[in-house]
T-cell receptor, first 114, second 111 residues
Framework: EAQVTQNPRYLITVTGKKLTVTCSQN?????MSWYRQDPGLGLRQIYY???????DKGDVPEGYKVSRKEKRNFPLILESPSPNQTSLYFC?????????????FGNGTRLTVT | GENVEQHPSTLSVQEGDSAVIKCTYS??????FPWYKQELGKGPQLIID?????GEKKDQRIAVTLNKTAKHFSLHITETQPEDSAVYFC??????????FGTGTSLTVIP
């Protein structure tokens, strides 16, 4: 089954403790992206990747890092999480980032930073 | 960057009635407008999309209209059913690598 898989689904951590949220897709998609969803703000793009070793900032990249060493994986790294990063995070992928291909989303990771 | 506004934020309709959700965008260069449905505990799923060279697109009970001059696009759901209850997001994109989402509409279909 074609899917985007995020792990973990739920994560509670403390301020300053580094964490990684994993994202993997099995559709051989070139483009991958991370979003955060907050009440009243919709989905905002954090980072995106057009292909392996190619990443770029979205609208809200501060406090986040990403890497794209393999085509299928696009982990989101919070090196020193803060309470304002408490949010619902979604990973998405699409066939290509240059021709407006539809996005396929994972089921989300709910992160709480205390 | 692009700014997408979505209205209303909540919408309740009787089963069988129609529902309309409206979005406006600010950047006239935007040329791709998808709509996503998000059910509780799940990620958004694409339900319909439209490109700027088309004014209207239909898929069974769902339709999207686009007015490039006014920079707005709308989602129309006819003959609503309880399973249509969800949060709906509109989005706009220029290049396909950056998507700008509206703030969402929570639709409730009352049986």
């Amino acid at each position: 089954e074609a899917q985007v898989t995020q792990n973990p689904r739920y994560l509670i951590t403390v301020t300053g403790k580094k964490l990684t949220v994993t994202c993997s897709q099995n559709m051989n998609h070139e483009y991958m992206s991370w979003y955060r969803q907050d009440p009243g703000l919709g989905l905002r793009q954090i980072y995106y990747s057009m292909n392996v070793e190619v990443t770029d900032k979205g609208d809200v990249p501060e406090g986040y890092k990403v890497s794209r060493k393999e085509k299928r994986n696009f982990p989101l790294i919070l090196e020193s999480p803060s309470p304002n990063q408490t949010s619902l995070y979604f990973c998405a992928s699409s066939l290509s980032g240059v021709d407006n291909s539809p996005l396929h989303f994972g089921n989300g990771t709910r992160l709480t930073v205390t | 960057g692009e700014n997408v506004e979505q209205h209303p934020s909540t919408l309740s309709v009787q089963e069988g009635d129609s529902a309309v959700i409206k979005c406006t965008y600010s950047d006239s260069a935007s040329n791709y407008f998808p709509w996503y449905k998000q059910e509780l505990g799940k990620g958004p799923q694409l339900i319909i999309d439209i490109r700027s060279n088309v004014g209207e697109k239909k898929d069974q009970r769902i339709a999207v209209t686009l007015n490039k001059t006014a920079k707005h696009f709308s989602l129309h759901i006819t003959e609503t059913q309880p399973e249509d209850s969800a949060v709906y997001f509109c989005a706009a994109s220029i290049t396909g690598n950056q998507f700008y989402f509206g703030t969402g509409t929570s639709l409730t279909v009352i049986p």
